[in-house]
């Protein structure tokens, strides 16, 4: 048991009961760690987010969304979304979301960066645009 702790960089009183286990993690994090990336404690599966996670539900929006101008070709009572007269909008699953600007727009223009890109991307760029 001393030389793992040894091995692992700990102290001998956070030797766990399942060292392998721990093992991997712990190096996990440490490499997580130097690379600059975050890490979380949680006690379900998912990340807590501080409250983010209500928000990514916006990302489940279609282009269904009635606009309230009349440019769609939804019935009024084919909208899957209610509005609570709040600007705060919920689907028939109850899950939160805020649509901005509504409306409906043929074309939109994104503006965003882009770091990270891997190496393999650069490379086999011309299979991606396929």
């Known amino acids: ?9 700990i102290p001998l009183g956070n030797f766990p009961d399942d060292p392998c286990l721990f093992a991997c993690d712990l190096f996990y994090a440490r490499q997580l ?3 600059n990336h975050l890490l979380w404690c949680s006690l379900t599966d998912q990340p807590d987010l501080g409250g983010k996670e209500q928000d990514d539900y916006r990302m489940l929006l ?3 969304v009635n606009d309230n101008h ?3 070709h939804m019935n009024s009572n084919d909208n899957m ?3 609570d007269n709040k600007g705060i909008h919920t689907d028939k699953q109850n899950h939160p ?5 509504s409306g409906f727009y043929p074309t939109s223009c994104i503006k965003f ?3 990270g890109l891997a190496i393999c991307a650069v490379l086999n760029f011309q299979k991606i645009q396929r």
């Open 1 to 9: 048991m001393h030389e793992q702790c040894q091995y692992l960089y």
């Open 33 to 35: 760690i130097k690379h």
């Open 62 to 64: 279609t282009a269904d």
């Open 70 to 72: 009349g440019n769609n």
């Open 81 to 83: 979304f209610k509005n």
């Open 97 to 101: 979301f805020e649509i901005n600007y």
């Open 113 to 115: 960066e882009l770091v």
